[in-house]
Nanobody
Framework: QAQLVESGGGAVQAGGSLRLSCATS????????MGWFRQSPGKEREFVAS????????YYADSVKGRFTISRDNAANTVYLQMNSLKPEDTAVYYC????????????????????WGQGTQVTVSS
């Protein structure tokens, strides 16, 4: 059983940057695939980015490609989401997710592919 705790959310103006962190418990973090999802009011939760193993196995939603970067620090059991050039439409609650078993060089984008979830952190981008 893994526990995920997100941090780093907040309010920022359009064009600004934020860095989200997700600290994960568990002794096998390096084998997890990790993902970020987000949910805006009145909308379904949507995929943002994922990272598998090795760390070069990243995948992004088209809406954030080129602006967001997902990375991981296996020694710290932490995954990050660097968000640059933020837009008002990026406003949402951002959730971190972990998949306990992953195949090297595979990527995961669907909610049902992940086993554990954090509580979410709010990101608000004003115009």
């Amino acid at each position: 059983q893994a526990q995920l705790v997100e941090s780093g959310g907040g309010a920022v103006q359009a064009g600004g940057s934020l860095r989200l962190s997700c600290a994960t418990s568990g002794r096998t973090f390096s084998s997890y695939a990790m993902g970020w999802f987000r949910q805006s009011p009145g909308k379904e939760r949507e995929f943002v980015a994922s990272i598998g193993r090795p760390s070069s196995a990243t995948y992004y939603a088209d809406s954030v490609k080129g602006r967001f970067t997902i990375s991981r620090d296996n020694a710290a059991n932490t995954v990050y989401l660097q968000m640059n050039s933020l837009k008002p439409e990026d406003t949402a609650v951002y959730y971190c997710a972990a998949r306990a078993s992953s195949t090297p060089f595979s990527y995961y984008t669907r909610e049902r592919q992940f086993d554990y979830w954090g509580q979410g952190t709010q990101v608000t981008v004003s115009s």
